[in-house]
């Protein structure tokens, strides 16, 4: 009795061949597993290259065969060049607003702390009394609402403390208004 071994797929079968020794099957090659005829004829294609299959060729474009662009003309050229410029001109009409806008306020403050320098000026003539907190002695200030709420204060350290702050406001807005005033270019 002879047994043989035949892998298939990585299964390992042993199968009785004693029948099968001097028939062949089907297949041609004689052998069985689990009492099934073992076909070679795929052994034989896995040996075979694979044909390549032949690419399909895009044509590249050739250079003359490239259509050239129409040259705008004249008419066009002259509109856009139109467009352009009132393009420009809406642009600069709206930094010169934009800047407008800031030398006013520049202006305004300016004219705030001129006002409150010389308050303080016409306070400090006042020689008798040199005291920061009597200066403002004869002064009073009021703060009002829209609704006719008042504040008022005759304080002269109020006044005075007020007054400062006021003015170093002034000082600070108007030093960043007029780091905004730029022509761009």
């Not at 299964?11 to 073992?38: C, E, F, R, S, Y």
């Not at 065969?65 to 600069?92: G, S, V």
């Amino acid at each position: 009795m002879k047994t043989t071994e035949v892998k298939t797929n990585g299964i390992v079968n042993k199968a009785d061949n004693n029948a099968t020794t001097n028939k062949t099957d089907g297949a041609g090659n004689g052998q069985k597993v689990n009492n099934l005829p073992v076909s070679t004829a795929f052994n034989d294609k896995k040996d075979e290259p694979k044909k390549e299959e032949p690419k399909a060729e895009t044509p590249a474009p050739q250079a003359e065969e490239a259509k050239p662009q129409a040259e705008p003309t004249k008419r066009e050229i002259k509109e856009q060049l139109r467009e352009q410029q009132e393009r420009k001109l809406a642009d600069t009409v709206k930094v010169v607003e934009a800047l407008s806008k800031k030398i006013a306020q520049k202006n305004k403050l300016q004219n705030t702390i001129g006002n409150l320098d010389s308050f303080t000026i016409a306070q400090n003539d006042d020689k008798d009394d040199m005291a920061s907190d009597s200066r403002f002695q004869r002064c009073e200030l009021v703060i009002s609402d829209d609704d006719g709420n008042e504040f008022v204060t005759k304080n002269p350290y109020i006044i005075a403390y007020v007054a400062h702050e006021v003015k170093q406001l002034c000082i600070d807005k108007l030093a960043e208004v007029e780091a905004g005033i730029v022509i761009p270019f």
